[in-house]
């Protein structure tokens, strides 16, 4: 019996490898009282015979030797599914990506992506100036004993290799590159780790030696690079740029980052306004400042915009000019004051029209109508000089700038510039003869007007008082003429509440207006300083204002009162910043000249529960 019971060893070899657990045994070895081994499987944890232990280990060295030589599963998963790009993934995507990666890096600190500082020893304008010279630093080598840190927004990288890196600097609307290379590195073994962080757009600070690549390109060598701020967006093609025109006002900061075009306009705004600044200072002006909100809108032919003040519990007005505190002021004794600022307008959006604007005024004792249209040519002549180096301005009207058979207006700013007389002129293109100066305000003007702009096709909405009907004349027949800078003058006092009267001509007032490419630009008058006459102009204005006339002023008793003490011969100019800028960049629409122009809000769907509502701009 016991040499039928081990006859056949083979039913215990196949699984006897396997956890006891999972081997069912004959019950012929459990009723067995002999030992079954001397050595322990340290797999199974048996004990078994010396022989059979070997046969064991020597069968699992030869399952492990061929499993690795065999692919491992999931590593063919893997190869088969390879990571998309980076560049294939919509924003959405990218956004979730790079913001878990930031998330990690804020929580490992390996590095702060949020640093408190970054020491810079020179801007990037600064770094071109001292290391661009040519001959300064030859091509291929590097300035040693020189160690400079700059900061900046990546615009581009490039991958050369692991251990080569290139990337484009920019700021101050400069640009350099950097030249990261692992054996410049201060820890070449993190090189590769370091670089992995950085994306396009990021706020980077570099520290390390001047140099210049083989071509001859200014770099910079860095020993070290260090994460300031990072971009969390997919930032536009830097080949195609940001070319959506909504995006680009909207995102104004995202257009500043992609295009220097964008960029040089708001430049030259700023080098236009520090350049009235100037020279008002330069005659003797002082800068004041004046209230934003007021009881009255009055200063100005404009519909206002209405706040409310909770404490005083009382509606008051945006301003929509200075006007009228600054005319206190030079009764007060300050003989030349200005005012540069925002007015507030509640009208129309449109080409040239933004509900809130920058505006100049100045008021200047002892002048006239006839001074301030010299200093107006002397001011813009000579602004005109200093961004071109000449007077002529080339102007595109339809803003296709660049395409064939663009229409183009070439403007003369150098002076005397031309003078259209507001009736006169009229009567020679229209063929009539205007009633007497001193009845432009009757109602039997009012009629002759209405016909007159009937039979000649113009279009005035209701109310059609005389100095509407006036006006829309004036911007058919007139305004269209003045193509370089030019004024028309002589406009009727119901068009001209705070002008005075004219010295020679009945009815008519001591004013002009700045027109070029068709569009008023500035305007200015012998300010009225009859208290008296103020107030029947005042008077006639609520006639106005009862007729349905928004933009009609109403009496402003603090004002008059101001006169009653004499203001004394007052110029009185004001010139619209925005559309000067206009004019003088090559700009058709007002949003281009704007850094954050008026925008109707996005209509937004409703957020799903427990997902962040997006604000009117479309944005979290």
Avoid at 362 to 375: G, K, P, R, V, W
Avoid at 383 to 388: A, E, G, N
Avoid at 447 to 458: D, S
Avoid at 532 to 542: G, N, P
Wanted: hydrophobic share 35%.
């Amino acid at each position: 019996m016991q040499r039928w019971f081990f006859r056949p060893p083979v039913i215990f070899r196949l699984p006897r490898y396997k956890h006891p657990a999972h081997i069912h045994l004959p019950i012929y070895r459990q009723m067995s009282t002999e030992p079954t081994g001397t050595h322990k499987d340290p797999v199974t944890g048996e004990m078994i015979s010396k022989q059979e232990l070997k046969r064991r280990e020597k069968q699992r060295a030869k399952e492990a030797s061929k499993a690795s030589k065999a692919p491992a599963p999931v590593q063919e998963k893997e190869k088969a599914v390879a990571a998309p790009s980076e560049d294939d993934l919509n924003p959405n995507q990218y956004y979730e990506l790079r913001a878990r990666q930031i998330q990690t890096l804020k929580a490992t600190q390996a590095p702060n992506p949020y640093p408190h500082k970054f020491h810079v020893t020179r801007s990037i304008t600064s770094y071109i100036e001292a290391y661009g010279t040519e001959g300064k630093i030859p091509a291929g080598t590097k300035l040693e004993g020189a160690t400079e840190s700059l900061a900046g927004r990546v615009h581009n990288i490039r991958t050369s290799s692991a251990k080569l890196r290139f990337y484009d600097l920019h700021g101050e609307g400069k640009k350099v590159q950097i030249m990261a290379s692992q054996q410049d590195a201060k820890d070449p073994d993190a090189f590769v780790a370091t670089h992995e962080v950085f994306r396009r757009g990021d706020i980077v600070g570099v520290t390390g030696t001047p140099s210049r690549t083989k071509k001859g390109e200014l770099s910079i060598s860095p020993s070290s690079i260090t994460l300031l701020a990072p971009n969390l967006h997919q930032l536009p093609s830097a080949h195609f740029g940001l070319k959506d025109q909504e995006t680009r006002y909207r995102k104004r900061y995202l257009d500043l980052i992609m295009s220097d075009s964008t960029r040089s306009l708001f430049i030259t705004r700023s080098k236009i306004v520090n350049y009235i600044r100037r020279f008002l200072d330069n005659m003797g002006f002082m800068e004041v400042e004046t209230p934003m909100t007021s009881l009255l809108a009055g200063g100005a032919t404009a519909k206002p915009f209405v706040t409310h003040h909770n404490d005083l519990n009382l509606d008051l007005y945006l301003r929509i000019a200075p006007e009228l505190y600054l005319k206190e002021l030079i009764v007060g004794g300050l003989d030349r004051v200005y005012e540069i600022g925002r007015v507030f307008r509640n009208e129309g959006i449109d080409l040239t029209h933004n509900p809130e604007f920058t505006i100049c005024e100045f008021y200047m004792a002892y002048a006239d109508m006839e001074d301030l249209m010299e200093i107006t040519e002397a001011m813009v002549e000579g602004m005109v000089t200093y961004l071109t180096g000449g007077t002529k301005v080339t102007y595109h009207p339809d803003g296709n700038k660049g395409q064939e058979g663009a229409r183009t207006l070439e403007l003369e700013f150098k002076r005397p510039w031309k003078r259209y007389d507001m009736i006169g002129t009229l009567e020679e293109k229209l063929g009539v003869t205007f009633p007497p100066g001193e009845t432009l305000h009757t109602d039997e003007t009012n009629q002759w007007l209405r016909e007159l702009c009937i039979k000649h096709n113009v279009d005035c909405s209701e109310p059609r008082t005389n100095a509407r009907l006036l006006d829309k004349l004036v911007g058919e027949f007139i305004e269209p003429l003045c193509i370089s800078p030019s004024f028309i003058v002589g406009h009727p006092q119901v068009m001209s509440p705070l002008a005075k009267w004219h010295r020679s001509r009945p009815g008519l007032c001591e004013r002009f207006e700045g027109f070029m490419c068709g569009k008023e630009f500035c305007n200015a008058y012998t300010e009225l300083n009859d208290p008296f006459e103020q107030r029947l102009r005042f008077e006639e204005q609520v006639r106005q204002k009862e007729q349905g006339d928004d933009e009609a002023q109403g009496i402003d008793e603090t004002f008059i009162n101001a006169l009653e003490y004499g203001l004394p011969p007052t110029g009185g100019w004001g010139i619209g910043i925005d559309r000067l800028v206009m004019f003088l960049t090559d700009s058709t629409n007002i949003k281009e000249v704007l850094l954050f122009p008026a925008m109707k809000p996005l209509e937004v769907a409703p957020a799903a529960p427990g997902v962040p509502a997006l604000a009117a701009s479309g944005q979290v």
